[in-house]
């Protein structure tokens, strides 16, 4: 019962922000969204359905988050 | 009758599928786990596994090898508890497995292994994993399934998700550090993080329901063919075995990179037949869930696992490749038989049956068209 654990995010390569921690998401209409479970994956390429969780379009598109895409070991 | 007809209650055995399960049926049904088991049944294992030239498909050995981890899951109520241990059915599952674990070895393509760094662990197996074009059990029942065809998909499902997750979890002692904390991460989610009504086993029981079938586990073991078994059978021995740890991990992390669109997709060919959310709840949980969990599952428990435990590297990706390729051959199975108009099912007692309505669909609104 971690609800009180500070936000944490991680940005997942290719994919969405992964978001932990006693956090309220608040929609459009400024109402806080039905928070489905403990960690949420929100949608970085746009193109998900369920907005704003991610649904794994971004696999579809191949959103890419690399600064320089050829690039390799930094 | 119907399908739900045909099904029985939790204690009604299954039927034999050849010498092999037919012995050892009547031994977990008759037999007493306190006297030594005929050597007839080690015997004809030795047999059948020597035959075998092709053990995924191999109905006798699949249903074996499925019941003998059901005497570890307590899966199947009839079978006595005192049966898990028993010398003898551990040493005839060592012989079934060794054989079905050789065949994934020798039949699965595996890719370049990545270095041991989570990051380069986690590309690979989402490069492995990516979604391809091309006809797939999503896309037939997103667009074309009919009622039964759709009915038929719930039961092939059910023999994993009436008891989803509980294979991976074998592994959760046998792992340790940042890999234990992922994978508890994506089963508490799976287990419905305290509350009994959001396990997912639990929503794929309202959605048998829902479509007017049994959710008793096993109800329709006897109609679900070998490579449908065959892909329960390798997720289990990869968990239930503490040496394929890491083909457990790479196992867990490919179902979930592959999870959300085909779901997407299933929600959509129920919604299309009818159904209400809670038949399509199950499949849109998994659009969402399995969108964190691949993320947890690639990042934190393979590439965290294979930084820690280099030497496991290969066996992540073998668990990740072996998933897809008997997944995808149970899957294509099922898709075969749809687009050539039988039934994906084994024949039952009386498949004339599947024909028939469902016996209570109550959840099904008006069907446009």
Redesign the interface.
């Known amino acids: 019962m971690d609800e009180r654990r500070a936000p944490q995010i991680?940005a997942?390569?290719?994919?969405?922000l992964?978001v932990r921690g006693a956090v309220e998401i608040i929609g459009d209409d400024g109402a806080v969204l039905r928070n489905?479970?403990?960690?949420?994956?929100l949608c970085r390429c746009g193109a998900s359905?369920?907005k704003p969780?991610?649904?794994?379009?971004h696999?579809?598109i191949r959103f890419s988050t690399a600064e320089h895409p050829s690039v390799g070991d930094d | 009758m119907t399908i739900a007809d045909i099904a029985g209650g939790p204690g009604v055995r299954p039927a034999e599928r050849g010498p092999v399960s037919s012995l050892l049926l009547s031994t977990l049904d008759h037999g007493d786990p306190a006297v030594p088991v005929p050597t007839a049944l080690l015997h004809a294992t030795h047999v059948a596994v020597a035959a075998a030239d092709d053990i995924t498909a191999d109905e006798d050995l699949q249903l074996s090898l499925f019941l003998l981890y059901a005497c570890a899951y307590g899966s199947l109520a009839w079978i006595d508890p005192e049966w898990e241990w028993h010398p003898a059915l551990l040493q005839m599952r060592t012989a079934i497995e060794r054989s079905f674990e050789d065949a994934l070895r020798r039949e699965t393509p595996i890719p370049a292994l990545p270095r041991a760094d989570a990051a380069d662990i986690a590309a690979a197996l989402f490069a492995l994993t990516a979604p391809t074009p091309g006809p797939s059990l999503g896309r037939y029942v997103a667009k074309h399934a009919s009622l039964e065809q759709a009915r038929e998909f719930v039961i092939q499902r059910s023999i994993y998700t009436l008891r989803e997750a509980d294979p991976h979890s074998w592994a959760i002692p046998r792992l340790t550090g940042r890999a234990k904390v992922a994978l508890v991460e994506i089963q508490s989610d799976e287990y419905g993080a305290g509350r009994p009504e959001r396990m997912h086993a639990e929503i794929f029981a309202r959605t048998m329901r829902g479509v007017g079938l049994d959710s008793t586990y096993g109800a329709y073991l006897d109609l679900v063919p070998a490579t449908v078994l065959a892909s329960q059978n390798a997720m289990s021995m990869f968990g239930i075995n503490r040496r394929l740890i890491g083909a457990i991990v790479g196992h867990l992390a490919a179902s979930e990179m592959t999870s959300s669109l085909p779901n997407r997709m299933y929600a959509d060919g129920f919604r299309r037949l009818g159904f209400g959310p809670d038949v399509t709840e199950y499949f849109d949980e998994h659009v969402e869930a399995d969108a964190v969990h691949e993320q947890i599952a690639a990042h934190d428990l393979a590439g965290s696992l294979g930084e820690d435990r280099p030497d496991l590297v290969p066996d992540i990706l073998f668990g990740a490749a072996a998933c897809l390729a008997v997944d995808g051959r149970a899957a294509d199975g099922i898709r075969f038989a749809f687009e050539a108009g039988r039934s994906s099912l084994r024949p039952g007692p009386d498949t004339g049956l599947l024909r028939m309505p469902p016996r209570k669909v109550a959840s099904r609104r008006a069907v446009h068209g």
């Open positions: 991680t997942c390569a290719d994919g969405p992964l489905p479970r403990r960690t949420v994956a359905a369920i969780w991610c649904d794994g379009t696999k579809l």
